[in-house]
Every structure is written in C-alpha cells, then in structure tokens.
C-alpha cells in the first residue's frame, strides 16, 4: 500500500481525491520540489521550501499550511511509508476555484546513482524553465529522445548552440580549474543543489564563473557534471556520442563538500523542527 499525504491528512494513494476542477489539472497551475530524504529527513528542506514559496508567490498562489507543519507532515509521511532514505515530492496546486490550494506530499524509495551518464543534446528549452512547474512535458520528450537513442538523459540546446541544463538536472563543466555553470538568466532552474556546489566551491578555493556553455566546448572539459536534489553530483561520459573526459579528483572534493553540507542541513532540520 502507497501512502500520501493530502492537505494534511496521511492516506493511502488508492483512496486520496482532489477535485476534478482542481486548477492543476485544468488549468497545469501549480509548483512542486523534490527533496532528497536521508535517514528519514528532508535534505536542504529550507532551501527548497524557499525555492518553492517564490515561485508560488509569481502565480499569486501560497503554501495551505506553515513551514514547521509542511515540515512534520514530511517526517511523518517518510516515516509511516517507512521510506528513510529515497525522495520525497512537495507539490502545491491551485486548488478548485472556490476553493484553497492544494498540497500533495508524497514520499518514495530512490536509489543515487553515481556512474558517469551518457547524454544526448535536444534542441529545445523548456518553457518558464525558472519555476519548478507540475508541467513535464518538454522534458519527458527530451527524456524520450534521450531513451530512443540508447541514452540516459538530454542536455537542452538553444538555437545558438548552447547547453543550458539536462532534464532534471543542472549543468557544471570544469575546465583548467575553473568550474562553470550557466547563468540564471530565466532558461535553467535555480537549483538547490546547483546554489549549494557553486558556495562550497568558492569556500574551498574553487574558482566559480557563470558563463554560457557552447555545445562545442562540451569535448574540451576536465569532466562535465550533472547536479540534482536526488542524485546529488554525477559525471557525464559523452554527450551525442562523443566520449568526456572524467576529472575524479575534483569531483570526489566537491561531492564530499556535498556530503557533509548534507549532514549540517539535517542538523538545522532537526534543531529548527524539533523532529
């Protein structure tokens, strides 16, 4: 049995309804983060919570309930699912329109995998690629290109040949000890984890730029790295069937600044929450 939580009541998923005229679903308005969960607390939860408030705030929308309860629900759902290490999903909708939004935590087991990832470029960018949007569809087909050519994932690629960002994943190259990331300039997500590598960098002496990044510059990086919430810091192997170099060094420092930035946010969880 699946279990959720839906406007606060822990359920199971066979059982859980939300109005058919939830805007949601008519309407796709609505914003969702993905939160890793280790040893049954979210990881960066603050950050992804602010993350999520912003972009709610820009469709005139606001979480139901108050942070420290958003935050009990998820420890609670991770819990009774008995899922202490995985993924959980905070999603807010815009509710009925007579009614209140809608908020929809669900909580799953997810493997992190490490092994460096091959990668095909898709032309296109994903519309208001800045919010965390319930709508996947230009990333599911890119994710479906990615798949017809026997490939793990799709870096998007603008008319002027630009990598932007891969389909759940933000997009770092090093190169001649420089890490680099493209800019927020409206065409990529702001990514948590994204936000997180570029300070622990620059604290350790990593120099940072954010910069665009040519497709044709791909093959010339110490390694290429891909950043999410759930999968942390993984390498690319290829992009369009063109081998990457792997730097291991620079990615073994950044991923242990990573763990332990991890550990100190579940820290502050468990001091704010008292969980």
Same mark, same amino acid.
């Given at each position: 049995? #699946?279990?959720l939580?839906?406007?606060?009541?822990?359920?199971?998923?066979?059982?859980?309804?939300?109005? @058919?005229?939830?805007?949601?679903?008519?309407?796709?308005?609505?914003?969702?983060?993905?939160?890793?969960?280790?040893?049954?607390?979210?990881?960066?939860?603050? &950050?992804?919570?602010?993350?999520?408030?912003?972009?709610? $705030?820009?469709?005139?929308?606001?979480? /139901?309930?108050?942070?420290?309860?958003?935050?009990?629900?998820?420890?609670?759902?991770?819990?009774?699912? *008995?899922?202490?290490?995985?993924?959980?999903?905070?999603?807010?909708?815009?509710?009925?329109?007579?009614?209140g939004?809608t908020?929809? !935590?669900?909580?799953?087991?997810?493997?992190? =995998? #490490?092994? =460096?990832?091959?990668? !095909?470029?898709?032309?296109?960018?994903?519309s *208001?690629a800045d919010?965390? +949007?319930?709508?996947?569809?230009? +990333?599911h087909?890119?994710? %479906?290109?990615?798949?017809?050519?026997? @490939?793990?994932? @799709?870096?998007?690629?603008?008319?002027?040949?630009? @990598?932007?960002?891969?389909t759940?994943?933000n997009?770092?190259?090093?190169?001649?000890?420089?890490?680099c990331?493209? =800019?927020?300039?409206?065409?990529?997500? /702001?990514?948590?984890i994204?936000?997180?590598?570029m300070?622990? $960098?620059?604290?350790?002496? !990593?120099?940072v730029?954010e910069?665009?990044i040519?497709?044709? &510059?791909?093959s010339?990086?110490?390694?290429?790295?891909? #950043? +999410?919430?759930?999968?942390? !810091?993984?390498?690319? *192997?290829?992009v369009?069937?063109? =081998?990457? $170099?792997?730097?291991? %060094?620079?990615?073994?420092r950044?991923?242990?600044?990573?763990? +332990?930035?991890?550990?100190?946010? *579940? &820290?502050?969880?468990?001091?704010?929450?008292? #969980?």
């Amino acid at each position: 049995m #699946t279990l959720l939580m839906l406007n606060g009541e822990l359920q199971p998923a066979e059982r859980a309804l939300v109005p @058919a005229l939830d805007r949601g679903l008519t309407h796709g308005l609505g914003l969702y983060e993905t939160i890793k969960l280790a040893s049954g607390l979210p990881v960066f939860f603050d &950050e992804h919570m602010d993350r999520l408030d912003r972009g709610l $705030a820009q469709l005139d929308l606001r979480t /139901p309930y108050p942070r420290v309860v958003v935050a009990s629900q998820v420890v609670r759902l991770a819990r009774a699912a *008995a899922i202490p290490n995985g993924a959980c999903r905070v999603l807010v909708t815009a509710g009925a329109p007579r009614g209140g939004p809608t908020i929809l !935590i669900q909580a799953e087991v997810r493997s992190f =995998p #490490t092994h =460096p990832l091959t990668l !095909i470029s898709y032309r296109a960018l994903r519309s *208001a690629a800045d919010l965390k +949007s319930k709508t996947f569809t230009t +990333s599911h087909l890119a994710q %479906q290109a990615a798949k017809a050519a026997g @490939a793990d994932d @799709a870096l998007f690629v603008d008319e002027d040949g630009r @990598a932007h960002e891969a389909t759940t994943a933000n997009l770092f190259l090093y190169r001649d000890g420089v890490l680099c990331t493209p =800019p927020l300039d409206g065409s990529i997500l /702001p990514g948590v984890i994204r936000n997180q590598v570029m300070t622990l $960098a620059r604290d350790d002496g !990593i120099p940072v730029a954010e910069s665009h990044i040519a497709v044709d &510059e791909l093959s010339s990086a110490d390694t290429l790295l891909l #950043t +999410s919430s759930v999968r942390g !810091i993984v390498q690319a *192997a290829s992009v369009d069937g063109v =081998p990457l $170099a792997t730097d291991q %060094q620079v990615t073994a420092r950044l991923r242990a600044l990573l763990r +332990s930035a991890e550990t100190a946010s *579940a &820290e502050r969880f468990t001091a704010t929450y008292n #969980t």
